[in-house]
């Protein structure tokens, strides 16, 4: 195989970007950005995350069997950067972010236009990234959005021309 090509084309899937949240009710709160997200089954509705096996984040979600995906807006590429980076809670925010439980006890970004919490349903353990399938059961609609839903999303593309995360 030609590893550039394998790179350039796997770099043309495109993807939205978001902050996934989970509380494992010890003491210990993930939130990291992904973008190896995708719903996959209508009933239930099902979506996946490919999340870094040896992340802080992968162990937290385990713990937790449960999580959340904050879907970041168009213009929240600053909140993006934020959470490249290992989370810490401080003075009731989430790395500066205001944040509140949700049903499930993942946090909530409270500027996050809206956000899916979701229950582990099972792990798929291949790969350096464990496809995490969650079942969604519950669903916030923080801001009113106009148009199409999936223009309103922070994109990769948004991120400037030398950000990846695949290839
Ligand atoms: C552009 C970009 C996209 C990312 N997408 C993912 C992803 O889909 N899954 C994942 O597990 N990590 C992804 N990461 C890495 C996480 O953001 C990062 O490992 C995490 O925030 C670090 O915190 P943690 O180790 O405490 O979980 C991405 C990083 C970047 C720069």
Not at 146 to 154: E, K, Q, V
């Amino acid at each position: 195989m030609n590893a550039d090509a394998k790179k350039t084309v796997l770099r043309m899937i495109p993807y939205g970007i978001y902050v996934l949240t989970a509380d494992d009710g010890q003491g210990n709160i993930a939130a990291a950005t992904v973008n190896w997200v995708t719903q996959s089954a209508f009933a239930p509705p099902l979506v996946v995350v490919g999340v870094k096996a040896d992340s802080g984040s992968y162990q937290i979600v385990k713990a937790a069997k449960t999580f959340a995906l904050n879907m970041l807006g168009k213009d929240q590429k600053s909140l993006a950067f934020t959470f490249f980076r290992p989370a810490d809670v401080k003075e009731g925010k989430l790395s500066g972010q205001p944040f509140h439980k949700g049903s499930t006890g993942a946090p909530i970004l409270t500027d996050a236009p809206g956000a899916v919490e979701c229950r582990v349903s099972s792990i798929v353990e291949h790969g350096d990234h464990h496809i995490v399938i969650g079942e969604v059961v519950e669903a916030h609609l923080n801001k009113p959005l106009s148009g199409r839903p999936d223009a309103a999303i922070l994109e990769m593309k948004d991120l400037g021309d030398n950000v990846f995360y695949g290839g």
